[in-house]
């Protein structure tokens, strides 16, 4: 999980990807039913964020959402790259326009 100290936010990582919504999901209810002891154990205090959701937000994270459930690389999807050669090209563009 990521932690907010300023806010006392605890925002789950769940397969390695940080769920950094600031309303409850049906993911952020799974990880509580599943971490909710060690959230209260190693953050005291903190809590997941459960603001009310922007106007047509769920209708966003549903779609989206459904659209990553079942995705499945394929590299002639991206010009036949690899992972690896498509981050090399985002390096070589970060160090050309004077950035790391």
Same mark, same amino acid.
């Given at each position: 999980?990521?932690?907010?100290?300023?806010?006392?936010?605890?925002?789950? %990582? =769940?397969?390695? %990807?940080?769920?950094? =919504? %600031?309303?409850?999901?049906? +993911?952020?209810?799974?990880?509580?039913?599943?971490?909710? !002891? +060690?959230?209260? $154990?190693?953050?005291?205090?903190?809590? =997941?964020?459960?603001?009310?959701?922007?106007?047509?937000? /769920? !209708? %966003?994270?549903?779609?989206?959402?459904?659209?990553? $459930?079942?995705?499945?690389?394929?590299?002639? +999807?991206?010009?036949?790259?690899?992972?690896?050669?498509?981050?090399?090209? &985002?390096? /070589? &563009?970060?160090?050309?326009?004077?950035?790391?």
């Amino acid at each position: 999980m990521l932690l907010n100290p300023r806010l006392k936010l605890a925002y789950p %990582v =769940l397969g390695g %990807v940080p769920r950094m =919504l %600031v309303f409850e999901t049906g +993911a952020s209810k799974r990880f509580m039913e599943k971490y909710a !002891d +060690a959230l209260a $154990t190693k953050a005291p205090g903190f809590r =997941l964020p459960s603001l009310p959701s922007a106007e047509g937000e /769920r !209708d %966003v994270l549903r779609s989206f959402s459904a659209e990553w $459930t079942n995705y499945d690389w394929q590299g002639n +999807a991206y010009w036949n790259l690899t992972p690896d050669a498509g981050s090399s090209a &985002c390096a /070589r &563009c970060s160090t050309s326009l004077g950035t790391r």
